[in-house]
């Protein structure tokens, strides 16, 4: 009896969970979705994708600046992008905690950042990490653009 009413509360609160990450989740359309992923660096700049392409702590959005400049919000299977100058952008990530990563970049040339969720005391912590170019082609085709995305023209 009592593991029929703990199958039943956990399914409850599963399906709770999940309906949470239905309502949270901001996904761009397919076609904005394609624009987004054959975008090449404009003369003078870097093209940079930031990436999440776990669906761990998919109920948790977690923001994205650069150089204390907001870029989007990246849930679970999606991506943000910006068009930077060159030289070395320091990156965070806002969860629980703030993560500081920084990337120099160089103009006509893609770079991929991975945000990675990780457990938390209250929301959840994140990882941010430069992705080798193939690792990053591979992790962006695998996500979504985020509504989220400041670059993105709406």
């Not at 397919?30 to 999440?52: H, M, N, S």
Request: with cysteine; charged share 20%.
């Amino acid at each position: 009896m009592k593991s029929k009413i703990l199958s039943v509360a956990v399914t409850i609160i599963i399906i709770f969970l999940l309906s949470g990450c239905i309502v949270l989740i901001k996904k761009a359309s397919p076609k904005d979705d394609v624009i987004a992923k054959k975008l090449t660096a404009p003369e003078g700049k870097a093209l940079v994708y930031v990436i999440r392409p776990s669906m761990f702590g998919s109920a948790m959005n977690i923001p994205v600046i650069c150089d204390d400049r907001y870029l989007g919000n990246t849930g679970g299977g999606m991506f943000i992008y910006a068009f930077l100058d060159p030289g070395t952008h320091h990156f965070a990530s806002l969860a629980e905690t703030r993560t500081d990563f920084a990337l120099e970049v160089k103009a006509s040339e893609v770079y991929y950042i991975k945000v990675s969720p990780q457990p938390g005391w209250f929301h959840g912590r994140s990882k941010l990490q430069n992705l080798a170019l193939e690792d990053g082609k591979l992790a962006l085709q695998n996500t979504t653009l985020s509504t989220e995305c400041v670059a993105f023209p709406k």
